[in-house]
């Protein structure tokens, strides 16, 4: 059993990679990918430790990218060889459009008489702050009594408090990881659209622009989902993946490598067919 998406306290997790290793290996794990956002530092930390433990670490990372002003999450996977220096750089550049972010949303929120600072926020997320850092904050300060209260109230695209980021365009993005010499792959399509019609004219028109992948398994498909899932992958002649989506403590249903009350599990031979393609 093998999980290939993670995330750690490098971005909106709040396990640190060290203890990430040590519950894949508690868990029995194969393989484990940390697909952080927007960076590879939790990967790059995480590293060392696996190999030292004997766990088989994939590198990955997840991208918010826009699709006709709509977000939708793209995973690029690096199983073979590391992704290149360039895209190293252009992470970086996609980082700042999100402190930018974060430096707008703190001033909607303090107009809603919210008392919360950009450097508060930052102290929370490091240098990956983001919308989940502000609603721990909200949390901790008695403006709402749970993370998802935060997201519905403030935070949520349709919320008062919402505004939005300068996202690279899902076309380009899926070009870049590509050209690094990774395997870009849809992230959690149930989230994308539950209409197949919708979800069939989208992959058309991003595997032409190099689409390699789609999240088959996922803490939130259904049996029934992932197995339409798995029937467009054939169709599309995209590689499955599939993983937990684990946040730690953010996210207390998901459990690494089984999911939300054992719904998931992953065989090996997903990783090795992205290994061989």
Known sequence: MIDLHTHTNASDGTTPPSDLIEQALTAGLEAIAIT??????????ALPIAAGAGLDLVCGLELSTKYNKRSIHLLGYFPVQPPTAEFRDWLRF?????????????????????????????????????????????????YVSSYQEAFDEYLDEAAKGYVDRDEAQLGDAIERVAAAGG????????????????????????KSRGLAGIEVFHSDHTPEDSAEYAILAREFGL???????????????????????????????????LRNQ
């Open 94 to 142: 996609n980082q700042e459009s999100r402190r930018d972010r974060n430096r707008r949303l703190a001033q909607r929120l303090q107009s809603l008489g919210l008392d919360v600072k950009l450097e508060e926020v930052e102290r929370l997320g490091r240098t990956l702050a983001g919308r989940p850092h502000f609603a721990q904050l909200l949390v901790q300060k008695g």
């Open 183 to 206: 395997i870009p792959t849809i992230a959690h399509p149930i989230r994308v659209t539950r209409d197949a019609t919708t979800l069939r004219a989208l992959l058309t028109e991003i």
């Open 239 to 273: 590689l499955p993946t599939g993983g937990s989506d684990f946040h730690g403590d953010r996210k207390p249903s998901v459990r690494l490598g089984t999911g939300v009350n054992g719904n998931l599990n992953v065989p090996k031979a997903v990783l090795d067919r």
């Open 36 to 45: 952080d956002h927007d960076t590879f530092a939790g990967y790059d930390e």
